[in-house]
């Protein structure tokens, strides 16, 4: 069954990882399927193998079948090997069909609209539908379609390892190929060119922060060194100032104190009577 498929659904924001199990991305129905063999095999998918292209449009545009045209775009037309049922001899969705039997871009275009997660599915080659557009020549507009649905599916590699782009080495598109990859080529280096010129701009932005911050300090150290010499002069002065003063300052007279002598006064000598005797 499509269940069983290895990498049936590439999971929408894994596209070029190497998953081993079905994803159904975002999609909530379970993933429908038909026998190529069985006579349950599709009207769309039957019209498109058979190049009825205006039937498949026809069919695609009838907007009283909504629910219907929904769900065959979204069903796996799968083959199974006659001497082992259960062995896949190829899976694919009517958009892959369509581009292996190089459907007018009308169709690719319904398609996509009616079930746009096709365009990120891989048949059981693990190919995209990009893979199979370059492969068999689709057209500018069909290349358009789906890489405008799903950019990322130029870095999707198949089950051997090919990029879409190299299917077109082989295809009759491959001068389209070519092309496609010069211009690559030339966007990735110019967006490496830009890559590197915003670098640059924001290394100029440092330098010129940094350059800022450097004639900031050296105006600080400036008014620093200003600041210091005002206060120098200020400290002089107010020196000057001093010893002015001190210099006009009236001197102290000092008044001296005499002691009172301590010399003794000698006593009188005690008289003797005119006698001799007292």
Known sequence: TIAELTNCLVPI??????????????????????????????????????????AAID?????????????????????????????????????????????????????????????????????????????????DATFYLLLKEFPDAMKAADHKGRLPLDHSKDAETSKKGEVIAIYMEAAKQEVLEMKQSEQMQELQSLIEEKDSKIA????????????????????????????SLKAKETPRVTKSITKPSLKTTPKPKSKRGLFGKK
């Open 216 to 243: 900031l300090l050296e105006e600080q150290k400036t008014n620093l060194k200003d600041e210091a010499e005002k206060r120098k002069v200020e400290i002089e002065n107010l020196k000057k100032e001093f010893e």
């Open 13 to 54: 924001d894994q596209a070029t990882e190497d998953s081993k199990e079905v994803v159904l991305g975002d999609v909530e129905e379970e993933p429908l399927e038909v026998n190529y063999d069985s006579v349950e095999l599709t009207y769309l998918y039957q019209a498109i193998q058979d190049k009825a292209f205006m």
């Open 59 to 139: 069919f695609l545009e009838d907007t009283t079948k909504a629910a219907e045209v929904r769900d065959e775009c979204r069903t796996w037309v799968t083959r199974y090997e006659e001497n082992e049922p259960n062995k896949i001899r190829w899976s694919q969705l009517p958009l892959h069909t369509a581009l292996f039997f190089k459907a007018p871009t009308r169709v690719i275009e319904l398609l996509v609209q009616k079930y746009p997660k096709a365009v990120r599915c891989t048949n059981d080659q693990q190919m995209l539908p990009l893979h199979l557009a370059f492969r068999y020549g689709a057209s």
